[in-house]
């Protein structure tokens, strides 16, 4: 072994030893002082104006949604049978935008049946207003994980490359998404027999679809603090940040999907804005709840270096 590698391996080993020992010194005080910790994730969101952030995040997805999804179907429709895979895309939309993927999915299916008239100019302009949500919620990190970027700024060439990385990772989980999801709705049309009597499976698949898609939430959020933030987050810590936000996610989108089938008249007050109105309250609301799961990860740093002084709020020049 070179001495190159030795003194990598070295780093790698004083750097695992580090995280361990600030990740017992916040898992320790979390357990003494949970209520305290809560407290403190709330002011440090509060401090950097998280509601403001998520409604920037929130107004850029909600530009972008569209043209990424109709650039990955058109990709994936190469190598997936198209019905197959809106089908899919549907079922997965309602993770994000309750009660309006049929919507948003009924438009990518207009744009695929003329997909012909898509040209190089107009396939550019699409792929660079798809990368649009992904930079405002680069910069939003950035807010949150300030001590970060007090240490170390990102290049930014490796800022306007990322969007389109992180573009095309997500493309490919779709892939992966949607022939895993093909092969639990044919086990569902499958049926055992035990003891005499035979059972159908498919409650067992419609089990196993929305764990799929509830751990697609959490890697998808994992992946999203560990590239996102600058600098080199732990996966634990990103981990911690993913099961926080996808658990509150959760929560809140059966809320909304209760509140939108038995009390909501949005669609008596906003007539035909009622989709777009229900997807940006929608994705508001999923963008505060990223960047909470940020702000958990910074405060659960913050605690782990034994610094409990109270947030300056945020000010700009």
């Not at 060439?157 to 998404?177: E, H, I, K, N, T």
Request: positive net charge; hydrophobic residues 55%.
């Amino acid at each position: 072994m070179s001495g190159l590698s030795r003194l990598r391996l070295r780093r790698l080993r004083l750097r695992s030893l580090r995280v361990r020992i600030l990740n017992r010194r916040a898992n320790a005080y979390i357990l003494l002082h949970p209520l305290a910790f809560s407290l403190s994730v709330i002011k440090g969101f509060r401090a950097n104006q998280g509601l403001l952030l998520a409604g920037a995040v929130a107004y850029y997805a909600l530009l972008s949604i569209v043209p990424f999804l109709m650039l990955v179907v058109v990709a994936l429709s190469h190598f997936i049978d198209q019905a197959e895979l809106l089908v899919t895309m549907r079922r997965y939309l309602e993770l994000l935008v309750p009660g309006q993927s049929a919507s948003i999915v009924g438009e990518v299916a207009n744009f695929l049946d003329n997909r012909d008239l898509i040209t190089w100019v107009l396939g550019v302009t699409m792929l660079f207003f798809s990368s649009f949500a992904f930079t405002v919620l680069e910069n939003a990190m950035s807010v949150i994980f300030i001590h970060r970027v007090a240490v170390r700024r990102r290049h930014f060439l490796v800022s306007a490359v990322l969007p389109y990385c992180y573009m095309l990772a997500l493309g490919v989980g779709v892939l992966l998404v949607t022939v895993v999801a093909g092969t639990l709705q044919v086990m569902g049309r499958e049926s055992v027999e035990l003891f005499g009597a035979t059972w159908s499976l498919n409650g067992v698949s419609g089990a196993l679809l929305y764990l799929l898609g509830l751990l697609g939430e959490i890697l998808v959020l994992t992946s999203i603090y560990l590239v996102m933030p600058v600098g080199r987050l732990s996966l634990s810590h990103a981990l911690v940040g993913g099961v926080t936000a996808a658990l509150l996610w959760e929560i809140a989108r059966h809320v909304l999907v209760w509140y939108f089938s038995t009390l909501s008249q949005v669609n008596v007050v906003y007539g035909s804005m009622t989709t777009a109105i229900v997807v940006m309250f929608s994705l508001e609301i999923g963008a505060t709840l990223l960047l909470f799961g940020a702000q958990v990860i910074a405060e659960y740093e913050r605690v782990g270096r034994g610094k409990l002084e109270g947030h300056a709020p945020l000010t700009t020049a």
